[in-house]
């Protein structure tokens, strides 16, 4: 049976790589990814073959792995983050089908809820919800109806790709969403460039996050009715009698 690991290779620095992560990328001789994530791979493993495609070509990439691993190389196909977040571990399983001979196993990583919230505090410390405002694969009007039942139930919310060069005024529009439901100085937070060069995170308000610039690299975080700034970080308490 021709092997592949699905990798969440973490944020983006080594020490945020989980040992199951790096085990699986020393073992394997193909490396597969977005061509971003790979040259951060390329500093740590130097020797090993890499296969890309850029961004809007995932299932090629995908495909890419299992063609390799056809001819009998151990691949690894990567992710940033974790593998089942916003990765390529359900595209992967949906194609298996198509390659029998092959097995895949999920290796999960440090996805930027959790490296960005530790940058921030504890501001995912009660239930919460993930949404990413790339509306790409999901009609906006989806994202806004989640954004609005997330803010109603009075949920934390941790928010992926707020905003690119063709959708600038997204996290804005996120915002006025909230906003219906959410006072303005609500805690909110960002984490900037999490586990790389130039790292940066931020304790704001909601008003004052609506006038913000974002990117493919900033993860937002939007408190609870019961989030606090405690000592200059975010906090949502868990409930515990103190």
């Given amino acids: 049976m021709n092997r592949i690991w699905v990798v969440g290779m973490g944020p983006g620095s080594e020490e945020q790589m989980t040992l199951q992560a790096r085990e699986a990328l020393a073992d394997c001789d193909v ?3 977005y061509t971003v994530y790979v040259e951060l791979l390329k500093k740590l493993w130097p020797d090993k073959e890499y ?3 850029p961004m809007r070509q995932e299932a090629e990439r995908c495909r890419m792995a299992f063609e390799e691993a056809k001819d009998g190389r151990k691949v690894a196909m990567v992710c940033s983050g974790d593998a089942g977040v916003y990765g390529m571990a359900g595209l992967m399983l949906e194609l298996a089908k198509e390659y029998p001979d092959c097995s895949l196993e999920i290796v999960p990583g440090v996805t930027a ?5 530790a ?3 504890a501001p995912l410390g009660h239930d919460f919800a993930v949404i990413s405002l790339s509306d790409l694969l999901t009609p906006w009007e989806k994202i806004e109806k989640r954004l609005r039942l997330a803010a109603q139930a009075d949920l934390s919310i941790c928010i992926y790709n707020p905003s690119s060069r063709k959708r600038a005024g997204y996290l804005k529009r996120a915002c006025d969403i909230l906003l219906e439901s959410i006072e303005e100085e609500r805690v909110c937070g960002l ?16 008003r004052e996050l609506r006038e913000r610039q974002a990117d493919m690299f900033t993860t937002v975080f939007i408190g609870n009715s019961q989030t606090r700034k405690i000592g200059g970080r975010m906090v949502a308490p868990r409930g515990y009698r103190i």
Avoid: N, P, Q
């Fill in 51 to 53: 296969r890309t495609t």
């Fill in 31 to 33: 490396i597969v990814g």
């Fill in 191 to 206: 984490a900037v460039m999490i586990g790389r060069e130039g790292e940066y995170s931020e304790v704001l308000t909601l």
């Fill in 113 to 117: 809820a959790l490296a960005g919230g």
């Fill in 119 to 121: 940058l921030l505090g």
